[in-house]
């Protein structure tokens, strides 16, 4: 018998939304100014400013925990770069500029997500972040589509742990087998198939397979116009 789907889930990073590589430039150019040197945010420095500024272990619980530590990162970023003059002030400015911006949705995304809402489905996020999810949807023009935004950092799990996928099913009151779910990575994607959902891996770099591997959100909408 025809799944009959009343709810679907999507992943932000990646798959709702990207960061503008304009706001990046605009970062390293304000530090490259204070500092007269280029600027360079490789992965293992910048996972190494988590450990500095005191990211902890078990993720924040709350929007003002969340501030404190990108405020205390930007501070230790610029110490790193050597910079000790205006520190306080210099951190505050990266922190005005990069709080809550540069999220934008890839170009399909509000299409895809008007489709799901003016066919009558429920929608939620379920992302590994912290608890400004609401309000990076809320600055990127799509937070009104969503009923429910489920972080990992509120959770204590991350995907593909089941815990995660059960607590977005458990806030709308919905199963698995009613629920689609898109990712861009396929273990989070494989994971919330095992529970049940019918999931779609995202890979822009290439066409989708005709199954569950997709080449954009379109595809989605193509998945469920054939079983209309």
């Known amino acids: ?3 009959r789907y009343t709810t679907v889930f999507f992943d932000r990073d990646g798959t709702l939304l990207t ?7 605009k970062r390293n150019a304000l530090i490259e100014g204070w500092s007269g040197k280029e600027f360079h945010l490789e992965y293992p420095k910048m996972m190494d400013l988590f450990d500095r500024a005191g990211y902890p272990k078990e993720g924040y619980k709350s929007v003002e925990e969340e501030t404190a530590f990108w405020r205390r990162y930007y501070r230790e970023l610029l110490l790193g770069e050597g910079m000790t003059v205006d520190l306080e002030d210099r951190a505050e400015a990266l922190f005005q500029l990069m709080w ?3 999220y934008q949705p890839y170009p399909e995304t509000v299409e895809v997500l008007e489709w799901f809402q003016s066919h009558g489905f429920r ?9 400004s999810l609401p309000l990076t949807l809320e600055a990127a023009g799509i937070g009104k589509y969503f009923e ?4 990992s950092d ?14 977005a099913l458990d806030e ?5 087998e009613e629920s689609l779910y898109v990712d861009d990575y396929d273990i989070e994607a494989d994971g919330a198939r095992t529970m049940g959902f019918t999931a779609f891996h995202l890979d822009r770099s290439r066409p989708g397979d005709g199954a569950w591997r997709i080449g954009s959100l379109r595809d989605m909408v193509n998945y469920m116009e054939k079983r209309l």
């Open 19 to 25: 960061l503008s590589p304009d706001l990046r430039d």
């Open 148 to 151: 429910c935004a489920v972080c």
């Open 1 to 3: 018998m025809e799944k």
């Open 123 to 131: 929608m939620g996020v379920i992302s590994d972040t912290s608890p």
């Open 100 to 102: 809550l911006q540069g």
């Open 172 to 176: 709308l009151g919905v199963t698995a």
């Open 154 to 167: 509120l959770v204590g799990a991350q995907k593909p742990d089941p815990r995660i996928y059960q607590a």
